[in-house]
Structures are given as structure tokens and as C-alpha cells.
């Protein structure tokens, strides 16, 4: 079975402070994704990457950078965060090259910016 | 505009009886489209995939139909149980690209009481 682990399901940090979510995912995927979801407004792409050292921009890149060193590792890093960033944050990642392979999801990090 | 649209926003049943869930999208050129199932505090895990082609699929309780024409699909789940308790959520991917990007709905939050 695939495996994304999301390195913190719970996080509380202050505003202005830099935040670091981590992903790491078992299974060779070449693609990977950030994703946040809010009540009402479902899940909304933030980046993603389709190879190391590759960052796409997603539908709502603004205030996030990424960051993809290694093929099993995908960061999110929310340069100053803001009250307004406070949401439940899904990685997920994905096989390339086939087109009807699912996206994987981590169990997702709920993070409270205060 | 490619959108997804999903109904009813929630839903409550007894245990034991039958309900159905629809998704109604406008996305073109249409790849697939699949229904995710997520827990509470879990992240989305795929429950089946439609292509064009497919009319109905079924996955144990569950049984999907896909309407090209009429753009619409639905997920219906028979004999409920506590279980399934979650929030169900349509997805469709676009075009024939690895890289085509996915339409998420809102979801429906299914309740099933005992």
C-alpha cells in the first residue's frame, strides 16, 4: 500500500512565524501536491511538483513556497504565516505516467496559525 | 468554467437503508472522474474511477454511474452502516494529459444513524 505521511497532524504557530509542513511518500511517485481544505469550499491546489527540484503554482500559490530536494520529499513552507492561512493542509502524491492512477493522501495537517 | 457541483451538501440516514449522492460537472475535455471517500480527520481515499466509456462500476456496497452526456454522475450506497459516515467527494480530471488537473467538489457529508 502507498504510504504519505504528513511529518504533523497537529500544529499551532504565531503569526509571522516561518512554518515548515513535510511529506514523505513511499513509493516512488513522481508527482506530489499540496493541497488546503476549508469547510464549504473543498480542497484547492496550492503547488505541485512532477519531478525533483520542479514546483509548479497551483490555484492558490500566494503566501506558500515549496520545496522538493528529494523525489520522497515535498515541503510547504508558509513564509510569514498569517491568521488567515489556518486550515487543514493535504499532501498527496501520484504515479506519472499512467493516467487513471489515483492521487494519494496523507492524513493531513491541521494547523492553527494564532 | 470547469466546475463540479455536488448534492445534497449533507445527508443523514438510518443504518441499514439506502441513499445516493450526485455530482453534476461542466469540466471539458472530461478524462475521468472519480468519488473519494474521507473520514473524519483522515485524508480522501479513492473508492472508483469513471472514464467515458463506463457506465456503471461497483465497489462492494458502492456503485457509481457516469452520464457523459448529461454530465452528471452518481454514487449510490446500499444497506448503510456506521461506517460509512464520512464526507464523499467528486473529482474529474481533465483532458488525456498525465499532468491534467482535477476539478474537486465541495462534498457531501454523509451521517449514518444506528
Known amino acids: 500500500d502507498v504510504k504519505v505521511t504528513q511529518s504533523s497532524r497537529y500544529l499551532v504557530k504565531r503569526t509571522g512565524e516561518k512554518v515548515f509542513l513535510e511529506c514523505v511518500q513511499d513509493?516512488?511517485?513522481?508527482?506530489m501536491f499540496w493541497y488546503r481544505q476549508d469547510p464549504g469550499l473543498g480542497l484547492r491546489l496550492i503547488y505541485f511538483s512532477y519531478d525533483v527540484k520542479m514546483k509548479e503554482k497551483g490555484d492558490i500559490p500566494e503566501g506558500y513556497s515549496v520545496s522538493r530536494e528529494k523525489k520522497e520529499r515535498f515541503s510547504l513552507i508558509l513564509e510569514s504565516a498569517s491568521t488567515n492561512q489556518t486550515s487543514m493542509y493535504l499532501c498527496a502524491s501520484r504515479r506519472r505516467q499512467v493516467i487513471n492512477q489515483p492521487q494519494h493522501f496523507g492524513d493531513g495537517t491541521r494547523l492553527s496559525i494564532l | 468554467k470547469n466546475q463540479v457541483e455536488q448534492s445534497p451538501q449533507s445527508l443523514i440516514i438510518l443504518e441499514g437503508k439506502n441513499c445516493t449522492l450526485q455530482c453534476n460537472y461542466t469540466v471539458s475535455p472530461f478524462s475521468n472522474l472519480r468519488w473519494y471517500k474521507q473520514d473524519t480527520g483522515r485524508g480522501p481515499v479513492s473508492l472508483t474511477i469513471m472514464t467515458f466509456s463506463e457506465n456503471t462500476k461497483s465497489n462492494g456496497r458502492y456503485t457509481a454511474t457516469l452520464d457523459a452526456d448529461t454530465k452528471q454522475s452518481s454514487l449510490h450506497i446500499t444497506a448503510s452502516q456506521l461506517s460509512d459516515s464520512a464526507s464523499y467527494i467528486c473529482?474529474?480530471?481533465?483532458?488525456?494529459?498525465?499532468?491534467?488537473?482535477?476539478?474537486f467538489g465541495r462534498g457531501t457529508q454523509l451521517t449514518v444513524w444506528p
Open positions: 513509493m516512488d511517485h513522481e508527482n
Open positions: 473529482v474529474v480530471r481533465v483532458g488525456g494529459s498525465t499532468l491534467g488537473r482535477l476539478y
